[in-house]
């Protein structure tokens, strides 16, 4: 094991960037390159990166997360997207509602989990990752319709996600609580938590439009970018909102009233490769094989019954939306990598139900294994299927 900061993350960035290379040559995603090379120095494999270790880069991940959220808000500029908005509110409203439905029915009358558990286990469901879908589509110079609307659907997925836990958790709380009607405080609570991410991402953005019209050239710009981000995902922290939503509102309030938007994001442009290698070779050594192992059975039927949902609720969305039928069969399955905000869940459900968290986390962490690694690939796949990929 490495005990030195220093050296683990000189292995993660050489270490991610070498697998990178070695992936391109089986023609996968760099970004199963960076995971796959993570889970061999994870404790499950060569231990060379522990646990305590990984805990020690949670600013990394924390700022990884954040530039991510603000890039993907960033594409949902309204110009931009104007032609196929409807195709991304219905697809993303068809994951939801489908994957939830699909993962709750296995989880509790499959798999015979407590209803508090399938409850949760179906709101986490419908979590995606925005991070492999915008890494892949950036990787291989994707920018027709399918691809602005993936990003487009990973972004109001995620914000659906969230609004699905908080309504799930105030019921779950009820219940666990032993009470025959469900509190309205909790619902209260969660409305502040998505009400408070919204106002404080458009400030931030609408300070940031401010700043970055008299901030000069790139290098302060992008000063002032990461500045920005990392005090929306601090004060989210501080005050339990979503710092995922807070980034994510951000980039959509600079994308679509700063005069010139691409600068911004084009400072970010010197950082994004070693912040990503590091973030993702980080995300793969914190997968655990023996979680997958010990609970294959049940993380089998939620695998299984999420990629049904998921495949199912955006194909029917975007029939609803008028999508083009030789683009749908390529949306759901792009949409199937689960990382960021479903760890972010996880560590709610750590704190507000730790009675049922165990079986939970397990259940996620498993799945997340294997998504992460099988999700990026699909979803290169796809855009090459669909002759949007220009490598």
Do not use: C
């Not at 949902?76 to 697809?91: F, G, H, P, Y």
């Not at 990392?230 to 939503?245: A, E, R, T, V, Y």
């Amino acid at each position: 094991m490495i005990e030195n900061q220093a050296l683990a993350m000189a292995l993660a960035l050489a270490g991610g960037y070498g697998a990178a290379l070695a992936v391109k040559r089986l023609k996968l995603p760099s970004v199963t390159g960076y995971i796959l090379i993570g889970l061999l120095f994870s404790p499950s494999l060569l231990n060379l990166i522990t646990v305590e270790m990984s805990q020690q880069f949670d600013l990394v991940k924390t700022l990884g997360l954040g530039v991510i959220a603000f890039i993907v808000g960033a594409e949902l500029e309204i110009e931009r997207i104007r032609n196929i908005r409807a195709a991304i509110i219905l697809s993303s409203a068809g994951l939801s509602i489908v994957t939830f439905g699909a993962v709750f029915i296995a989880m509790y009358f499959l798999a015979g989990l407590p209803l508090p558990i399938a409850l949760v286990l179906g709101a986490t469901a419908t979590a995606t990752a925005p991070a492999p879908v915008i890494t892949v589509i950036k990787e291989v110079r994707a920018t027709g319709t399918l691809a602005r609307t993936l990003l487009g659907i990973v972004a109001m997925a995620d914000a659906f996600a969230i609004f699905l836990f908080g309504i799930i958790s105030a019921v779950v709380a009820t219940m666990l609580a032993d009470i025959n009607t469900v509190s309205g405080a909790a619902f209260v609570e969660t409305g502040q938590e998505l009400l408070g991410s919204v106002i404080i991402g458009v400030i931030s953005g609408l300070i940031l439009v401010y700043l970055a019209k008299s901030a000069g050239d790139r290098k302060h710009i992008l000063v002032v970018t990461l500045s920005v981000i990392l005090f929306n995902s601090g004060l989210s922290q501080m005050f339990h909102l979503s710092p995922l939503l807070v980034n994510l509102v951000t980039g959509f309030t600079l994308a679509n009233l700063a005069r010139r938007p691409a600068t911004v994001f084009a400072s970010l442009e010197g950082i994004e490769l070693p912040l990503f290698i590091v973030f993702f070779t980080l995300a793969g050594a914190s997968l655990r094989l023996d979680v997958l192992v010990a609970n294959w059975q049940v993380a089998l039927i939620y695998i299984l019954a999420r990629t049904i949902g998921i495949v199912t609720g955006v194909t029917a969305g975007a029939s609803f939306a008028g999508v083009d039928p030789k683009l749908r069969p390529f949306l759901g399955r792009s949409l199937l990598s689960k990382a960021g905000v479903t760890i972010g869940l996880i560590l709610l459900v750590q704190i507000r139900f730790p009675e049922i968290a165990p079986m939970v986390t397990a259940v996620e962490l498993a799945a997340i294994s294997v998504f992460e690694v099988v999700g990026p690939v699909i979803t290169r796949n796809s855009l090459f299927a669909a002759g949007e990929a220009t490598e």
